[in-house]
């Protein structure tokens, strides 16, 4: 099976723009989860989306933003961009089968620096 | 509150000798303890999990570890270090109500491993 999919790898945007990532999770997975990875915070859960709802969210701002589509492909949308926004952004996804596994798998992450 | 301390941000181990990175966690009821590995440029990979049984879990690449529920610990372990076996290591649990697949990471350990 084809791993976790993450698109763009690298962006590079404006402060006050806003951005999309994207993420494809391994085929057959439902859950799919994002998480924010920076030197000083570390890794943070942004949210979990399941069947295109959202039944998780961290502690973030309003302006990280996701969905997910019928084929559980996610995308995170974040408005006003800050410099502090600058990030390492991974996706993973995860079985919800009954039984299921319960890990997740990560994707290369979406790296965005904020100028 | 929930957390998960690595209290060593590196550990430095000749090759060939075993090595042991430490990860003890705080959370309400019985967690899913997992242990993550992320080289440069690179998102998570998967080495192993406590669920529940045995305390003893093996995992990929040679790895294991053990889960001490009095000590609330869940140290990473390997009898015999390689030279590729350094990067980054991540602790991490899921509570095991409510969370979904939300995880919460320890800060992470540098695993330098010296010819």
């Known amino acids: 099976k084809a791993g976790v999919t993450q698109t763009p790898r690298y962006l590079i945007k404006t402060r006050g723009q806003q951005v999309t990532l994207s993420c494809s999770p391994i085929s057959g997975h439902r859950s799919v989860s994002w998480y924010q990875q920076t030197p000083g915070q570390g890794l943070q859960f942004l949210f979990e989306y399941f069947s295109e709802t959202q039944r998780n969210k961290g502690n973030f701002p309003g302006r990280f933003s996701g969905r997910q589509f019928s084929n559980s492909r996610s995308e995170m949308n974040v408005s006003t961009l800050e410099l502090g926004d600058s990030a390492l952004y991974l996706c993973?996804?995860?079985?919800?089968?009954?039984?299921?596994?319960?890990?997740?798998?990560f994707g290369p992450g979406t790296r965005l620096t904020v100028t | 509150a929930q957390s998960v301390a690595q209290p060593e941000d590196q550990v430095n181990v000749a090759e060939g000798n075993p090595l042991t990175v430490k990860c003890t966690y705080s959370v309400s009821g019985n967690p899913y303890l997992f242990w993550y590995v992320q080289y440069p440029n690179r998102g998570l990979q998967f080495l192993l999990k406590?669920?529940?049984?045995?305390?003893l879990v093996k995992g990929s690449y040679g790895f294991e570890a053990e889960f001490n529920k009095s000590q609330t610990s869940f140290h990473l372990k390997k009898p015999s270090a390689l030279v590729s076996d350094s990067a980054l290591y991540f602790c991490a649990v899921r509570p095991f109500s409510g969370g979904y697949n939300k995880l919460i990471f320890g800060a992470g350990t540098r695993l330098a491993v010296h010819p």
């Open positions: 993973a996804s995860s079985s919800t089968l009954a039984g299921g596994n319960y890990e997740q798998y």
């Open positions: 406590y669920i529940t049984g045995d305390n």
